[in-house]
């Protein structure tokens, strides 16, 4: 059986989570927090959160893991049949992770956590979020889904960071990213009602005060 390693609160854990479960794949989740120490950096090369069992060995790098979920396992397609329609689900995906969640990762400690963040970087993810979301409301197709008709990967991404990155907007940024982007809102309601989902949030909301309480103390 699959072992998902990582916690509940983390977003790109539970991107795969979700792909695992929209799969209908049996797999058993893992306590894991990643972080510098030995037995961490034996499974996961730089640390991060999640890494994948496998009957093989240990994967890392969400992006990776979810390609190799979908290449061996049954269930569900998460990508289109055609190599053309491959390509621009990564392409999606990449435009997602790269010019949103990355950037609105450097303001998480300030939206989420209470701690300030300096004014460039705020202006510098302001202006990378703006030309993020004007890139994907280029390349996305939102008929529903980003890439189309089919819930692919490129959904987990946005799934799990374009929340992310508007609560980021409205609480440090003073600005709603999708004010004049109704369909990645109606896309975000479409995936919220996912089946899967309530699952998820409830972990997530069971998994937070402790993960709070282990972010305040410097144990992460």
């Known amino acids: 059986m699959l072992k998902l390693h990582g916690f509940a609160v983390s977003n790109y854990y539970n991107m795969v989570k979700l792909a695992l479960l929209e799969k209908g ?24 959160v999640p890494v994948l069992q496998t009957e093989h060995g240990f994967i890392s790098e969400t992006g990776v893991i979810l390609d190799y979920i979908e290449q061996t396992q049954p269930g569900k397609a998460l990508l289109p049949a055609d190599a053309f329609g491959q390509a621009k689900v990564r392409e999606l995906l990449r435009e997602i992770e790269l010019y949103i969640e990355l950037p609105a990762r450097t303001c998480y400690a300030e939206a989420f956590f209470g701690a300030a963040v ?103």
């Open 25 to 48: 794949v049996p797999f058993e989740e893992v306590p894991f927090f990643g972080g510098q120490l030995p037995q961490a950096l034996a499974i996961s090369p730089r640390g991060k």
């Open 118 to 220: 300096e004014p460039l970087i705020k202006e510098r993810a302001r202006a990378d979020l703006l030309a993020g979301f004007a890139t994907l409301k280029r390349n996305g197709k939102f008929a529903p889904y980003a890439a189309g008709e089919q819930l692919t990967i490129a959904d987990l991404m946005f799934c799990f960071s374009v929340d992310l990155a508007c609560a980021v907007g409205k609480k440090v940024l003073s600005i709603d990213f999708l004010a004049d982007f109704p369909e990645a809102k109606a896309l975000l309601q479409l995936l919220g009602e996912n089946p899967h989902m309530a699952r998820i949030v409830a972990d997530k909301d069971a998994a937070m005060p402790a993960f709070l309480e282990m972010v305040k103390s410097g144990k992460r």
